[in-house]
T-cell receptor, first 114, second 116 residues
Framework: AQTVTQSQPEMSVQEAETVTLSCTYDTSESDYYLFWYKQPPSRQMILVIRQEAYKQQNATENRFSVNFQKAAKSFSLKISDSQLGDAAMYFCAYRGGGADGLTFGKGTHLIIQP | GAVVSQHPSRVICKSGTSVKIECRSLDFQATTMFWYRQFPKQSLMLMATSNEGSKATYEQGVEKDKFLINHASLTLSTLTVTSAHPEDSSFYIC????????????FGAGTRLSVL
């Protein structure tokens, strides 16, 4: 079974600074997808960024980028120029190439200090 | 992005009653929808995969007779918690997979179930 590990239960960053959230995963598959979702206090899950395992290029979405290290099975999220609205729980998620459902990590609570 | 509507957002019921939660994809077709459960301050756990026109696939440890899933159309899946008990109190979230090339899951806003 696949597992997703987020080793940082909570992270704090000053507004406008950069923060990196860690995620590692364990899988025997070669074809899979990785995601970062954001869950604000409203509890609505919002897709932040997505990475296909077959792509070597790291995904970027505006201030959000990932460092995907396939051999190390690492998938960290970098948030640049942190904003107060970035405060939320961040979940790393895995989906196998043949499977449908997502396997989530335990989440990292991101605090933005004004 | 695509919109997934989940209803109701909050439900309080007495022990022993059944509760139905609806999940609709509003602007796309979803042959597959998913139901997750999230306990306070914890992560989301996949309960079952709902396939349009066929039986749902349940994850290990999830009672299919307790959590009935119906996916009657390409835009609607329902989760019925039968004979609910206080231990079923939780946050239930659905998602729908866009069949388009991006193949992304979009989430509903969740349903907070409280069983008295």
């Amino acid at each position: 079974a696949q597992t997703v590990t987020q080793s940082q239960p909570e992270m704090s960053v000053q507004e406008a600074e950069t923060v990196t959230l860690s995620c590692t995963y364990d899988t025997s598959e070669s074809d899979y997808y990785l995601f970062w979702y954001k869950q604000p206090p409203s509890r609505q899950m919002i897709l932040v960024i997505r990475q296909e395992a077959y792509k070597q290029q790291n995904a970027t979405e505006n201030r959000f980028s990932v460092n995907f290290q396939k051999a190390a099975k690492s998938f960290s999220l970098k948030i640049s120029d942190s904003q107060l609205g970035d405060a939320a729980m961040y979940f790393c998620a895995y989906r196998g190439g043949g499977a449908d459902g997502l396997t989530f990590g335990k989440g990292t609570h991101l605090i933005i200090q004004p | 992005g695509a919109v997934v509507s989940q209803h109701p957002s909050r439900v309080i019921c007495k022990s022993g009653t059944s509760v139905k939660i609806e999940c609709r994809s509003l602007d796309f077709q979803a042959t597959t929808m998913f139901w997750y459960r999230q306990f306070p301050k914890q992560s989301l756990m996949l309960m079952a995969t709902s396939n349009e026109g066929s039986k749902a696939t349940y994850e290990q440890g999830v009672e299919k007779d307790k959590f009935l899933i119906n996916h009657a159309s390409l835009t609607l899946s329902t989760l019925t918690v039968t004979s609910a008990h206080p231990e079923d109190s939780s946050f239930y979230i659905c998602s729908a997979r866009d069949r388009g090339w991006r193949n992304i899951q979009y989430f509903g806003a969740g349903t907070r179930l409280s069983v008295l």
